[in-house]
């Protein structure tokens, strides 16, 4: 008689020890604030006040075309979204959520793509972005993901 079987390995690590990865797809996350009119890149640990308005710069890369592409970036628990409704934009639907924001697209061309994601900044203390992935819906094989950010933020 015939037999089947299935083995699954999961593994647990702390969110600061995931490293960027890409299998035909990538992406990478850049913070930025508006300061004095201008947005600056936000460097890993500089602290930000309450009440700044952020942006969270994807850069997505695709090796080749792919169709229903999807990118869930999530939040960090200090900021609230610039735009609280889900809907239609000029590059797909976007899903807002409580922890994360999901973007859907139906067709991805090869080459670089930026989505960026405006939010402002509601409460002091240290916080981590997560883990953005951007994944191929009916081949998960091709995804990526970008390293975490470390968000510190104080009162004015």
Not at 132 to 144: D, E, H, K, L, N
Request: hydrophobic share 35%; glycine share 10%; charged share 20%.
């Amino acid at each position: 008689s015939m037999g089947w079987c299935a083995v699954y390995v999961e593994q647990s690590l702390p969110v600061s020890e995931v490293t960027a990865e890409g299998s035909g797809l990538k992406v990478t996350q850049e913070v930025t604030r508006l300061k004095d009119g201008t947005w600056e890149t936000v460097a890993n640990g500089t602290p930000l006040q309450m009440g700044e308005k952020i942006r969270i710069r994807y850069t997505l890369t695709a090796d080749r075309d792919y169709d229903f592409v999807s990118l869930r970036a999530p939040r960090a628990a200090c900021l609230e979204p610039g735009t609280v409704l889900s809907g239609y934009g000029w590059n797909g639907y976007r899903a807002i959520g409580d922890a994360a924001t999901t973007y859907f697209f139906d067709h991805f061309a090869k080459g670089q793509h930026i989505v960026v994601a405006e939010a402002n900044v509601d409460r002091s203390g240290t916080f981590s972005t997560g883990i953005p992935v951007v994944q191929c819906a009916y081949a998960p094989a091709f995804r990526g993901n970008a390293q975490n950010a470390t968000l510190i933020t104080e009162k004015k």
